[in-house]
Structure formats: C-alpha cells, structure tokens
C-alpha cells in the first residue's frame, strides 16, 4: 500500500492570510490530484498534475509538482471564508495501475 | 440533479442487520467505486469496478460486498453490519477515456452501526 503524508491536517486562519498545505510519498507518482470537499458533499476536482515541476494557478490556488514527482504543495493568496473545506491530495501510481492514493486530508477554516 | 447519487443519504443501523447503500450515474461513465471516508485517514478504496462484468478488491474489502448491476449502477453491501463500519460511504465514477483519471463523487451516505 503506498502512503501519502498530508500536512497539517488542520488549519485554522484569519481572512487575508496566506496558507501553503502539503502532499508527500516516498514513491513518484504518475500524476496527482488536489480535490476540495465541502460539508455535506463529495469531493470536487480542483487540479491535476503530471510533469515534474510543474505549476498551476487556479485564481488565489497555486500548485506545484515536485520536480521529482514525490510531492506536491497548494498555496492560497489571501483566504478567504468560501476557502474553507476539506483539501485532500490524491496520488496515481504507475505501479498499482494508476489507482488513486489519498492522503488524510487538511482540514481548514478561515475565519472573517 | 446530480450525475451521481447516492441511496440512502443516511442511515441508522443495529450491528448485525444487512445494509445495502445504493449508486446510479447519468455520467455514461464506464468506472465506478466505493470509497469509505473517517476522519483523518482520507478516502479508502472499498470496491472498484471498471465495467459490468467487472468487480475489484480495494484496500479494505473485508465485510462488504458490490454488485455491478449495469453500467449506471453499482451497489454496495454490508452483509452483517458492525459499528466500526460506521462512517461516510462515497460512490465515485470515472471515464477510462479521461488521461487525468478525474473521479466524479456522488453526495455521500452517512452510516452510523448502532
């Protein structure tokens, strides 16, 4: 089974801070995944990677792909109180025919 | 309405009793899959299925069930139901077409084992 470590696994902050969560394997992924989950719903896809290095911005969302593809990071500019969610990575390994690993999640609030 | 819904949304249960949670998809979505979700483990891979006749183990099969009934619908089922299977049940789809293997969740099933 592989592991993917998530931290922190909570988080609370002020509306305005900025706010970097964590995805970490000791085994490369294929690709990997940050998906947002709200209170009383699944989780929803925000972003996919796949080449190392990589980073892709979703308005205040910045993510990055490690250049040796082992982890990841979400950066968020300025949070806002509609951040607030459930964040949770999922990596594909190529050697478990690219089924989804997930991580434990990081859980935050952002306060007004 | 949702692509992908879940049966029932919640459910009170005794130890003992058969439970089957219910998922159907208008998604036309080949893959489908049960995750369990408890707080601070993230999301268990239950039961995965990539086509009718097609049934998987995931990492925490043991005591559940599945049945690929058609395409658009895939069932899973607590034989004889104990309280450490009280959590939060996920329906996931995917298209094998897709190269991000993007899953598209259904709203959850809250099971609480009594």
């Known amino acids: 089974t592989q592991l993917l470590e998530q931290s922190p696994q909570f988080l609370s902050i002020q509306e305005g801070e900025n706010l970097t969560v964590y995805c970490n394997s000791s085994?490369?992924?294929?690709?990997l995944q940050w998906y947002r989950q709200e209170p009383g719903e699944g989780p929803v896809l925000l972003v996919t990677v796949v080449t190392g290095g990589e980073v892709k911005k979703l308005k205040r969302l910045t993510f990055q792909f490690g250049d040796a593809r082992k982890d990841s990071s979400l950066h968020i500019t300025a949070a806002q109180p509609g951040d607030t969610g459930l964040y949770l990575c999922?990596?594909?390994?190529?050697?478990?025919?690219?089924?989804?690993?997930f991580g434990g999640g990081t859980r935050l609030m952002v306060k007004p | 309405d949702a692509d992908v819904t879940q049966t029932p949304r919640n459910r009170i249960t005794k130890t003992g009793k058969r439970i089957m949670l219910e998922c159907s998809q208008t998604?036309?979505?080949?893959?489908m899959y049960w995750y369990r979700q408890d707080p601070g483990l993230g999301l268990q891979l239950i039961y995965y299925?990539?086509?009718?006749?097609?049934?998987n183990k995931g990492e925490i099969s043991d005591g559940y069930s599945v049945s690929r009934q058609a395409q658009a619908k895939f069932s899973l089922s607590l034989e004889s139901a104990i309280p450490n299977q009280t959590a939060l049940y996920f329906c996931?789809?995917?298209?094998?077409?897709?190269?991000?293997?993007?899953?598209?969740f259904g709203e959850g099933s809250r099971l609480t084992v009594l």
């Open positions: 085994s490369v992924f294929s690709s």
């Open positions: 998604k036309g979505h080949d893959r």
């Open positions: 299925s990539f086509d009718v006749k097609d049934i």
């Open positions: 996931a789809t995917s298209d094998s077409g897709l190269s991000t293997g993007e899953l598209f």
């Open positions: 999922a990596g594909a390994y190529s050697n478990a025919g690219n089924m989804l690993t």
